[in-house]
């Protein structure tokens, strides 16, 4: 089973804020790996997937880098919708697994 | 629009058999690869079970083998999951989701309905 981790567990930011995001994965992943938001109370919404592609109507403010087993969401100019919580999932080879989580916090 | 509702959910006593329907609209379900992914309170999502286009792959997390079973009934654009023995870590909301892909697949899920609560208590 792939083993994702997620650093850090919080991140306090302000607007207008840069956030980066970080996932590792216990073995490569190759770019098979996907970023989701989740606010309160509502389902996962899908943002990146295949590390690097942003899904329908995702702002251009969100970005995914990285293949292997080190990959990277940025925020780029935090906005107040964007203050939620992030996983990673990777769909390189079942069971499907996701990370723990990153919250986004305002400061 | 897509839309994926689950139901079937709610409160159930340790040892019962939960099944749960997601009634899928907006898109050709017969084309698309279909999953469920739950999240107990306070946690993460935790992927449960996937069932490929034409309901011949099935693939289950190794923590609810063999007490799962997903299903899909095309003609009728939805998806079931029937959970057997349930156990009180079996509480979580429970979602629907489409997968992207169709012959590459697993691929993301780009859809999730709004999650059904299930309550595995005495």
């Known amino acids: 089973e792939v083993v994702l981790t997620q650093s850090p567990a919080t991140l306090t930011l302000s607007p207008g804020e840069r956030a980066t995001l970080s996932c590792r994965a216990s073995q490569s992943v190759s770019d098979y790996l996907v970023w989701f938001q989740q606010k309160p109370g509502q389902a996962p919404r899908l943002l990146i997937y295949?590390?690097?592609i942003r899904a329908t109507g995702i702002p251009a403010r969100f970005s995914g880098s990285g293949s292997g087993t080190d990959f990277t969401l940025t925020i780029n100019s935090l906005q107040p919708e964007d203050f939620a919580v992030y996983y990673c999932q990777q769909r390189r080879s079942w069971p499907l697994t996701f990370g723990g989580g990153t919250r986004v916090e305002m400061k | 629009e897509v839309q994926l509702l689950e139901s079937g959910g709610g409160l159930k006593q340790p040892g019962e058999t939960l099944r749960l329907s997601c009634a899928a609209y907006g898109f050709t379900f017969p084309d698309y690869p279909m999953g469920w992914v739950r999240q107990a309170p306070g946690k993460g999502p935790e992927w449960v079970s996937s069932?490929?286009?034409?309901?011949?792959?099935?693939f289950y997390a190794d923590s609810v083998t063999g007490r799962l079973t997903v299903s899909r009934d095309n003609p009728r654009n939805t998806l079931y999951l029937q959970v057997n023995s349930l156990r009180a870590e079996d509480t979580a909301v429970y979602y629907c989701v489409k997968d992207m892909g169709q012959e590459n697949w697993p691929h993301a899920f780009d859809f999730w309905g709004r999650g059904i609560l299930v309550t595995v208590s005495s």
């Open positions: 295949d590390a690097t």
């Open positions: 069932i490929g286009a034409s309901g011949t792959s099935r």
